[in-house]
């Protein structure tokens, strides 16, 4: 019988069985930032190890940087103590250090890829969930804990258990106005946020060969969202022209040679999936999330879902959602009223994220709503960079959006961008659980980035297929 992907890559990078029944399983690429590597660092001194494969590790700062402006030192004195300890322990240990001051930084996963650092094959890991959209290019891309952390730079291996592969596929076209955001969210909608458990989840069908990678990585993104370890999408010609040429990717004779095996590892196919679930591209809607959690969500057409509708077991965690976002069940969600949208994040904050809005806002002429607080971060500085040449930034702020300096923003609002009060957000970021935009009380709704835009414009959620007459 065949393999799969999943098992093709697992068994490559397996070092041994071990004990436990848990396998220690090589990392090609371990990339850092400034939360969870101090600590990992500390411990690493305390019993006096070093890095093991310090040409193996990547370091950047995303999380707690100003998006304002990055001169330093920064206001916040902690940010500035964690930036300092990344700087000073990449520096001891000889690890290459995406810096502001060089303009390289970004978020680790929009960092890693356009660098060419992110390669079909991979293992890959980073003490941070959202690692999962590394397997866009094929890889096994794993978020791992502070400990793990520690483990990685002493020893370059993980502990892992063997994971179940579910199939996903996917047929059809997607209808205008339906983004891959829509396609990662309904996929969660459908299978819940813990469907995924124990499972990497192998995205297939001709929706996902019709992607660009900033689409695939969109996608991947999300598959820790729906309780997935991992998720990933088969190598093809998509992959290998995006990696051609970027600086980490192979050169020369060693190109051809890192094609063919890439597409070897394909699954094959007769290989054994665990699951297999199929959908069809025309029923996905533009959807937005209604609750506190990503699978909390229905097309923008329809309404914010009655309890009747769930299983007794599912009741308390709907009623709940209901109470903390001020929702009626039955109310609609097109004409929710929104304070703030957020274009940004390691979902959403890529060149194609910025350059679709662009394009929609300098098309229909439209401008946000007075009173809304309308921000676009770009992912990286070389996002910024390309969306600058492209005019976006100057497209953007005539129609009212703030443009700001990259970084992980309001994903996480552990830097200064932060919601005030109960204030509600249209938001192309991955996470709506409660107080994830800086405030207790925030509230946050899911969705693409064209669906921010239009709620930005309209000052309420819309559809953005009518706002910007996507036909
Ligand atoms: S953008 Fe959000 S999810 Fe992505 S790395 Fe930053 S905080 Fe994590």
Redesign the pocket.
């Known amino acids: 019988m065949g393999k799969t992907l999943y098992e093709k890559v697992f068994d490559r990078h397996t070092v041994r069985k071990l004990p436990s029944g848990q396998y220690q399983l090589f990392m090609g690429l371990h990339l850092i930032?400034e939360v969870t590597s101090p600590q990992a660092f500390s411990m690493l001194e305390e019993r006096g190890l070093s890095v093991m494969f310090p040409e193996r590790t990547f370091a950047t700062v995303?999380?707690i940087i100003p998006t304002t402006s990055q001169l330093r030192p920064f206001q916040d004195t902690l940010a500035e103590q964690m930036m300092h300890a990344l700087e000073s322990n990449t520096k001891k240990h000889g690890i290459r250090f995406f810096s502001p001051e060089a303009e390289e930084q970004g978020?680790?996963?929009v960092v890693g890829p356009e660098r060419g650092l992110t390669q079909p094959g991979m293992t890959i890991c980073c003490g941070?969930?959202?690692t999962a959209?590394h397997g866009a290019f094929g890889a096994l891309a794993f978020g791992i804990g502070t400990s793990q952390v520690r483990d990685v730079l002493a020893t370059q291996c993980l502990a892992m258990d063997k994971l179940k592969v579910r199939r996903i596929e996917i047929n059809g076209k997607l209808r205008p106005g339906v983004y891959a955001k829509d396609v990662t969210l309904y996929i969660i909608q459908r299978l819940g946020v813990q469907g995924g458990v124990g499972y990497a989840y192998e995205y297939a069908g001709e929706v996902f060969d019709d992607m660009t990678m900033e689409e695939r990585m969109t996608v991947c993104?999300m598959a820790i969202e729906g309780g997935a370890r991992c998720g990933y999408i088969q190598p093809d010609a998509t992959t290998f022209d995006y990696l051609k040429g970027r600086e980490a990717s192979p050169q020369g004779d060693a190109w051809q040679r890192a094609v063919d095996d890439w597409t070897s590892l394909r699954s094959d196919p007769d290989a054994h999936y665990d699951d297999v679930v199929v959908y069809k591209a025309e029923e996905i809607e533009p959807v937005v999330t209604w609750g506190i959690t990503p699978a909390q969500s229905t097309s923008v057409g329809s309404k914010v879902p009655t309890l009747e509708q769930f299983t007794e077991d599912e009741r308390p965690g709907v009623q709940e959602a209901y109470n903390y976002m001020s929702f009626a069940p039955g109310q609609s969600i097109a004409g929710i009223k929104v304070d703030v949208a957020f274009i940004?994040?390691?979902?959403n904050?890529r060149l194609s994220d910025i350059e679709e809005v662009a394009r929609l806002v300098e098309r229909s002429g439209l401008k946000v709503k007075e009173g809304v607080r309308a921000i676009v971060v770009p992912?990286s500085h070389r996002v910024k960079k390309e969306a600058l040449e492209h005019g976006f930034d100057k497209i953007l702020t005539a129609a009212g959006f703030e443009f700001r300096e990259p970084?992980?923003?309001m994903?996480?609002a552990?830097n200064p961008d932060k919601l005030k009060g109960s204030e509600l957000s249209a938001s192309s970021?991955?996470?709506n659980f409660k107080g994830r935009q800086g405030s207790s009380t925030g509230r946050t709704l899911l969705m693409s980035p064209a669906m921010v835009a239009a709620a930005a414009i309209r000052g309420e959620i819309a559809d953005a297929r009518e706002v910007f007459d996507i036909k």
């Open positions: 930032h995303d999380h978020i680790v996963h941070d969930s959202h959209t993104n940004g994040s390691c979902t904050g992912g970084g992980c923003s994903c996480l552990m970021s991955n996470r």
